[in-house]
């Protein structure tokens, strides 16, 4: 017998005689209450127990002294021990997760292969390739637990599961939500594009029931807002009398940036709208539940549009103004077909639920691509140079397996100038950032410089830089995740695929506003 498994013999030898005192000496309810946090209390105060060899049991498994415990209370003999005990005591092994995973895990997974594998890969086929990780947990995971066999560590199971998923060239994503995904380019055989997009693009109950009724009208007319407008009562005198396009085009057409905070500028936003095809979006102010917004960015690609709500809403407080401005950012970010880039936008997007009552939809994560690609690069290396072995012998390679998982699971959220840097083409970034981001820091400043109108020169250009370049960005990003896909799986990435790939991967923005609404 190896060393180390002849330790652990003892081990469970020596842990199942201190049980046994401690069942002598108490009185148990039917279920015995065996929790790790039990057992280590047993192996702290059980002087029987030779130190030294736990050190050399350790230093042979290549393992921390924290998780000696859980290969102890996971150890074939000492379950066998353990339920004989059990048994001679008429107590019952404990059966839910709340408790310890007695069993193998190889048994259970077989189980799992068995009974649900072919009932995963049908949902994860009708899925179209995407699957939240959460399914697993749900509808896998629970039934094990519910199970009366098992009482188990869930997290020790999760994490051979997602080996099970893994060898099928599935691949795992984490979002900057802290969600799990599951992706495989192969099972994207067929699907109806609009009806997946309505899976991940659902508005809640928090509305303006005037102003969705207003864009609800705009959509049935096919995206014509001045039209729907000019038959608004709230809206009807002053476009008839003071709206031009002729005059806003020759005003605002060829400027690079516009400042939009009186009745001509906004008049001018509310014209381009409906040509909006992808649009860059920021927004600066106290981005919190309760938010106050100062000022949101939108770039189109050729022109920013720096909305200044702050002067809007609180120097001017231009009711009709304001209200305009609602109608149409419910337009253009509930407007499906209006594609919005962000920069890790949670904040973002929960403002605009907050301040407008807005469900941001069609909405794409800059700082989520840049996970995926770090972690697709990492799992494709992995995946594929232990190919072989992930199918023979999974175990061989499992500190890999679980410093590839680490690596999935922390990928931090990058910050905009480092993803401007490694992808946008010219490798400009906002040169401001630094500085002005120093200055967030101080409270002095909000009053003295960043609400100070006419705004400061230096204000407004770090605004403008901080969604000039993201769509270019984007579109390079892109290119490498199409790139990274076709050599994986040794096929091209349609179109439609690559926009649902990126939307998926963004996903959850709005369901998090959401939620947070609720406690609000």
């Known amino acids: 017998m190896p060393p180390a498994d002849a330790m652990m013999v003892d081990f469970s030898r020596v842990l199942l005689n201190k049980l046994n005192e401690t069942l002598n000496e108490s009185t148990y309810n039917e279920v015995f209450p065996l929790s790790y946090k039990y057992v280590n209390t047993v192996i702290n105060k059980n002087i029987e127990f030779d130190l030294p060899l736990i050190h050399n049991y350790c230093r042979l498994k290549e393992i921390t002294t924290s998780e000696f415990m859980e290969d102890l209370i996971n150890h074939p003999d000492f379950y066998t021990g353990l339920e004989s005990l059990m048994k ?20 259970i997974l077989a189980e799992f292969k068995d009974n649900f594998w072919e009932k995963f890969q049908t949902h994860f086929q009708s899925e179209y390739g995407f699957m939240n990780f959460d399914f697993i947990k749900e509808h896998f995971v629970k039934k094990l637990v519910n199970n009366e066999r098992y009482g188990f560590n869930e997290n020790s199971l999760i994490v051979d599961m997602k080996k099970l998923i893994s060898q099928d060239k599935n691949m795992f994503f984490v979002n900057n939500n802290f969600t799990w995904y599951i992706l495989n380019l192969n099972k994207f055989e067929s699907f109806d594009a609009e009806d997946f997009e309505t899976t991940i693009d659902k508005r809640c109950l928090v509305e303006d029931p005037e102003v969705q009724k207003i864009y609800n009208s705009i959509m049935d007319n096919e995206n014509d807002i001045i039209e729907c407008l000019s038959q608004h009562s709230d809206f009807r005198d002053k476009l008839s009398t003071l709206y031009n396009e002729e005059e806003l085009v020759k005003l605002y057409g060829k400027s690079e940036t516009i400042i939009v905070d009186d009745l001509k500028s906004l008049f001018y936003f509310v014209y381009k709208a409906p040509n909006f095809k992808s649009i860059a979006v920021d927004l600066e102010g106290s981005l919190v539940k309760k938010a106050e917004v100062d000022l949101i960015q939108i770039h189109d690609g050729a022109q920013a549009f720096v909305i200044d709500y702050y002067k809007i809403n609180i120097v001017d407080n231009d009711e009709f103004l304001r209200k305009l ?181 963004s996903n959850g923005h709005c369901k998090y506003s959401c939620e947070v609404m609720k406690q609000v």
């Open 88 to 107: 001679s005591k008429s107590l019952t092994l404990p059966a839910k997760d709340k408790l310890i995973y007695v069993q193998n895990n190889e048994e």
């Open 325 to 505: 401005l609602k109608v149409t950012l419910t337009f253009v970010f509930e407007h499906e077909k209006i594609q919005k880039v962000f920069h890790d936008g949670r904040n973002d997007c929960l403002a605009l639920h907050s301040v407008f009552k807005i469900c941001t939809m069609n909405y794409i994560d800059m700082s989520n691509l840049f996970s995926f690609i770090k972690q697709l690069k990492f799992q494709i290396n992995f995946l594929t140079n232990n190919k072989e072995v992930l199918l023979k012998d999974p175990k061989s390679v499992d500190n890999e397996y679980m410093n590839m998982l680490s690596f999935v699971s922390n990928a931090t959220n990058p910050g905009l100038n480092k993803v401007l840097e490694e992808y946008e083409t010219n490798h400009t970034i906002n040169h401001l950032k630094d500085k002005i981001h120093g200055m967030f820091m101080n409270d002095v400043y909000r009053k003295s410089y960043f609400l100070k109108r006419p705004m400061e020169e230096e204000w407004l250009t770090y605004c403008v830089l901080d969604v000039k370049y993201l769509i270019n960005t984007m579109h390079n990003m892109i290119k490498e995740i199409e790139s990274l896909l076709k050599k994986f799986y040794g096929r091209g990435v349609k179109h439609d695929e690559l926009l649902l790939i990126m939307k998926m991967i």
